[in-house]
Every structure is written in structure tokens, then in C-alpha cells.
């Protein structure tokens, strides 16, 4: 992948990657409005590509934070006061598909947080100074994925404890509730295999063919 390029914003179908995440939210009918969070260098290209792409839905274009958890408050923080539901998603995973965003929100109208997931297929380990110290039951482990799914008030009230602990430390969206709100039940709902997130250069083949296939 090119060093000087996010991988964001590297070419994927004819689209940046970008695009791909953005317009699965575009074009949901359950999603009311969109916020983009980006790096503050980008903020300018994204507006200019969210013109001219004639996309309806984005509210707000946010400088994002140093971290996962510095952009994800970004968010949190332009629907203060807000009673709304707030999905969470990775850009980087540009193949989410419609049925994964209408089970988060479905699974938000119950539960105060859902999150997209797929079992896992191989045995975990957990290890400790280098080595085996504990294998969990593979039934019970799961892979996560986006979109992240948090009832606005509730999230906001985890970063909120967050924020105040000195010993806290970027995790992403679901890290920050079971951490400072065990209390709060996070719903599993099943992902898609089709929801690969760019990581290594060899990803772009394969997300290459996914993208011809059908959802």
C-alpha cells in the first residue's frame, strides 16, 4: 500500500475506500444522518468529495482525535444532548453490508449497545510474558467487527468515566463500555465475512472480488 496514502482513501472498485463505507450508510433507511471523522488534513478533500458526491445524509465533517477513541469522541460530542442512537463504524471495512447495519439498529431498540461480530473459527489463546497462560472456550469468543452500536447517552457516560481515569487507555468503542459499564449488556449480532478491514496490501485482492459479488 502506499506509505504516504491512509489506506482510507486508496482505490477500491474505481471508488476510494471511503466512499464504499459511506454510501452503505447513505443508502440505509434507517440511518437519518451521517458524520465523517477524519485526520484534519482531510477535512477539505471530504467536503469537496461529499459534494461531489451529492451525499444527503453528512451532517458534520470532524477533525478526529490522535486515536480510535479521540475520533469516536469527536462524534459522541456533536450529538451532546441528543437522545439518539450512535453507530460506530471503521472506514477501513468498506464492504459492510445492509443487513449488518439494519441488525445493529434493530438489536439498539433493546439493548443499550450491539455490535457486529463473527465467531471465531480458529483457537484463541491468551498469553503472559510470552507465553500460553490461558485457551477460553472457542464457542465463546467472537471476532469484532463495525458498525458499533451505543444508545448516545450510555456512551458518552462510559468515555465521560473514561476521561477521568488516568490509567485509561485507547481501546476501541465496545473496550470503553465493558471497562467502565459491565453493567451494560452488549448485544452480539452476526457480521459478514464480506466485511474485511484493509489492513496488509494483499487485502486489496480480496476485497477486489468481494466487491464483485452480491451481498
Not at 72 to 94: C, E, K, M, Q, W
Not at 109 to 137: F, K, Q
Amino acid at each position: 500500500m502506499q506509505a504516504d496514502r491512509p489506506k482510507q482513501y486508496l482505490t477500491l472498485g474505481g471508488r476510494m475506500v471511503v466512499e464504499h463505507s459511506i454510501e452503505a450508510f447513505e443508502r440505509h433507511a434507517d440511518i437519518s444522518e451521517t458524520v465523517i471523522v477524519v485526520a484534519a488534513g482531510h477535512i477539505e478533500e471530504m467536503r469537496q468529495l461529499t459534494r461531489r458526491r451529492g451525499w444527503q445524509k453528512v451532517r458534520h465533517i470532524l477533525p478526529g482525535g490522535t486515536d480510535r477513541s479521540g475520533s469516536s469522541l469527536a462524534a459522541i460530542r456533536a450529538y451532546t444532548g441528543r437522545t439518539v442512537n450512535l453507530l460506530f463504524h471503521d472506514a477501513a471495512r468498506p464492504l459492510v453490508t445492509q443487513h449488518t447495519i439494519t441488525a445493529v439498529c434493530r438489536a439498539l431498540r433493546e439493548y443499550p449497545a450491539a455490535c457486529a461480530a463473527l465467531p471465531a473459527v480458529d483457537t484463541m489463546a491468551e498469553i503472559h510474558n510470552g507465553c500460553i497462560s490461558r485457551i477460553p472456550p472457542r464457542e465463546r469468543m467472537v471476532h469484532l467487527q463495525t458498525p458499533q452500536g451505543f444508545r448516545a447517552e450510555t456512551i458518552a457516560r462510559a468515555y465521560g468515566m473514561a476521561l477521568a481515569d488516568p490509567d485509561f487507555r485507547a481501546t476501541d468503542d465496545c473496550g470503553v463500555m465493558t471497562r467502565y459499564l459491565p453493567e451494560e449488556k452488549i448485544k452480539y449480532v452476526e457480521g459478514s465475512a464480506r466485511a474485511v478491514k484493509l489492513t496488509f496490501a494483499s487485502d486489496t485482492d480480496r476485497l477486489e472480488k468481494l466487491l464483485l459479488q452480491p451481498e
